[in-house]
């Protein structure tokens, strides 16, 4: 079983929709959850993150991670073509490395 | 806002041959990283170092790489004798201390094509 799966997509939908990206994850040391974009050929960007379970809320974006079921969530809410990206999960153990998923190709239509 | 520079951004180089990939970390982090993206692929952990040692690496670091610290700024990966599947993006990252408010920040990475 890979540590962490992530549906690639493509995900496409219009401008203003609800996105809902997800993980799920094997190794139950996991404690903090990354959420990055990284646009074609660049390095990943830091979009938020959860310490443990629970819900945290950034502008448009929302991340939830359930350590019972292993599963992390991404929302982005009235989407934007700025948004389109790929959006990777990055679950780690302390300061040790980020296992990737990945990653979710979005792509917001105006 | 403090960021993590890369260079070159790009290198072209030959199979067999020794490249050196170097990176400038966030000046008060402590804990660096090297990570890949071979094209279409996910991004995938190659070695951790910490206290100029190195605490972790994967299956892919194997005696063709190593990493150094060499003055307290930079922070390389050398690549002894290149092949053709070290083509991919490689991406340098740093984090501060690895507490719980603490994230792993990445440069724009060093596309490396070998021919």
């Known amino acids: 079983q890979k540590e962490v799966e992530q549906d690639p997509g493509p995900l496409s939908v219009p401008e203003g929709a609800i996105v809902s990206l997800n993980c799920t994850y094997s190794n139950s040391a996991f404690q903090y959850f990354m959420w990055y974009r990284q646009y074609s050929r660049k390095g990943p960007e830091l979009l938020m993150y959860t310490y443990s379970s629970g819900n945290k809320e950034d502008g448009r974006f929302t991340a939830q991670v359930d350590k019972s079921s292993k599963y992390i969530s991404l929302f982005i809410r009235d989407s934007q073509p700025s948004d389109s990206a790929t959006y990777l999960c990055?679950?780690?153990?302390?300061?040790?490395?980020?296992?990737f998923g990945q990653g979710t190709r979005l792509t917001i239509n105006p | 806002e403090p960021e993590v520079t890369q260079t070159p951004s790009h290198q072209v180089t030959q199979m067999g041959q020794e490249v050196i990939l170097r990176c400038v970390p966030i000046s008060n982090h402590l804990y660096f990283y090297w990570y890949r993206q071979i094209l279409g692929q996910k991004v995938e952990f190659l070695v951790s170092f910490y206290n100029n040692e190195i605490s972790e690496k994967s299956e892919i670091f194997d005696d063709q790489f190593s990493v150094e610290r060499p003055d307290g700024s930079n922070f390389t990966l050398k690549i002894r004798s290149t092949k053709l599947e070290d083509s991919a993006m490689y991406f340098c990252?740093?984090?501060?201390?690895?507490?719980?408010?603490?994230?792993?920040?990445f440069g724009p990475g060093t596309r490396l094509t070998v021919l």
């Open positions: 990055a679950p780690r153990q302390g300061a040790q490395k980020l296992v």
């Open positions: 990252a740093c984090l501060r201390t690895g507490g719980s408010t603490d994230t792993q920040y």
